[in-house]
Every structure is written in structure tokens, then in C-alpha cells.
């Protein structure tokens, strides 16, 4: 499956973006869908993922300002940033895991100004 990410950009702090993931085939059988990003220096983590049930997962530092969607009669997955800081600025990535391939798509930048 290809993944592409849009909806990055340029936002002041405590302002709000919505990240889309749009899948190239069905992703009702994608067992986790999640966004991860990376900041310059540091290593690509974990955002925020949602199973096939609709169960979710959140790092810490983004519990209550982010949520994350999916629409699998659309193919895409959201993740809806409100509150943002400047700590959130990062590369963010599409990642899809059907329990046999882990897929990736090109990131989206999104850069909070304070």
C-alpha cells in the first residue's frame, strides 16, 4: 500500500493542522495506522496509532491536544494537532502494519513558530 501524508505547514503556537494519510487500496484489513515524526537530531517516534476496532494510542506529550481518525471507506487516516507548540515541530510520517509489511509514506513538515 502506498501512504501520502498532506496537510503540513507553517502555524503559530496554539494554533491547530489537520494531517491526511490517504492509503492507495483499502485499509480496512490494516490492522494499525499511525503517525510518527522526527525532529532534526532526534529519532522518529511515535504519535499517535488507531487499530482496525477504532482502539487508540497517544505519546504523552500530545494526550489531549491530538487525535487521531480513520476512515476506511475513504482510505485515510487524520490526525488532528490543536494546541500546538513549538516542541511539535517535526517531519511527520504515515505508517501502516498489516501484521506482515510495515509501510511507510513521505513525510508532511509541520513547523509551530512561538
Known amino acids: 500500500v502506498q501512504l501520502q501524508a498532506s496537510g503540513g505547514g507553517l502555524v503559530q503556537a496554539g494554533e491547530s493542522l489537520r494531517l491526511s494519510c490517504a492509503a492507495s487500496?483499502?485499509?480496512?484489513?490494516?490492522?494499525?495506522m499511525g503517525w510518527y515524526r522526527q525532529a532534526p537530531g532526534k529519532q522518529r517516534e511515535l504519535v499517535a496509532a488507531i487499530t482496525n476496532g477504532g482502539g487508540t494510542d497517544y505519546a504523552d506529550s500530545v494526550k489531549g491536544r491530538f487525535t487521531i481518525s480513520r476512515d476506511n471507506r475513504n482510505n485515510t487516516v487524520y490526525l488532528q494537532m490543536n494546541s500546538l507548540k513549538s516542541e511539535d515541530t517535526a517531519n511527520y510520517y504515515c505508517?501502516?502494519?498489516?501484521?506482515?509489511?510495515?509501510?511507510w509514506g513521505k513525510g508532511t513538515q509541520v513547523t509551530v513558530s512561538s
Open positions: 505508517n501502516a502494519d498489516d501484521l506482515r509489511t510495515i509501510y
Open positions: 487500496r483499502s485499509i480496512s484489513s490494516i490492522s494499525v
